[in-house]
Nanobody, 125 residues
Framework: QVQLVESGGGLVQPGGSLRLSCAISGSVFSFNSMGWYRQAPQADENQRELVALITKGGSSNYGNSVKGRFTISRDNTQNAVYLQMNGLKPEDTGVYYC????????????????WGQGTQVTVSS
């Protein structure tokens, strides 16, 4: 069973930095991209916004609002993905979810998407 375990959220002042981590817990047979979405306060889950995604090969893409400030990276040996967030702004506040667009837990299983439980990031003075 694929589970995503996140850590690293918290409260930070505007202009500060945070680093989020996410690792796969449990068995996984195959997957490619990993990344992050976020959900702003008062938004519902259908309004989650792409933050960044990265493939196993290292190709990445970012949401327009975080380009130049956030950096995504991954460790394929640990099945982990990281998000370095610099120059944080109050509008970055929200719950950040680790996300895998598709993964196969055990050989022969159907692929499905996976979400972490979310970690709160609050940017406020």
């Amino acid at each position: 069973q694929v589970q995503l375990v996140e850590s690293g959220g918290g409260l930070v002042q505007p202009g500060g930095s945070l680093r989020l981590s996410c690792a796969i817990s449990g068995s996984v047979f195959s997957f490619n991209s990993m990344g992050w979405y976020r959900q702003a306060p008062q938004a519902d889950e259908n309004q989650r916004e792409l933050v960044a995604l990265i493939t196993k090969g290292g190709s990445s893409n970012y949401g327009n609002s975080v380009k130049g400030r956030f950096t995504i990276s991954r460790d394929n040996t640990q099945n982990a993905v990281y998000l370095q967030m610099n120059g944080l702004k109050p509008e970055d506040t929200g719950v950040y979810y680790c996300y895998i667009p598709w993964a196969i837990g055990n050989k022969g299983d159907e692929s499905k998407e996976y979400w972490g439980q979310g970690t709160q990031v609050t940017v406020s003075s």
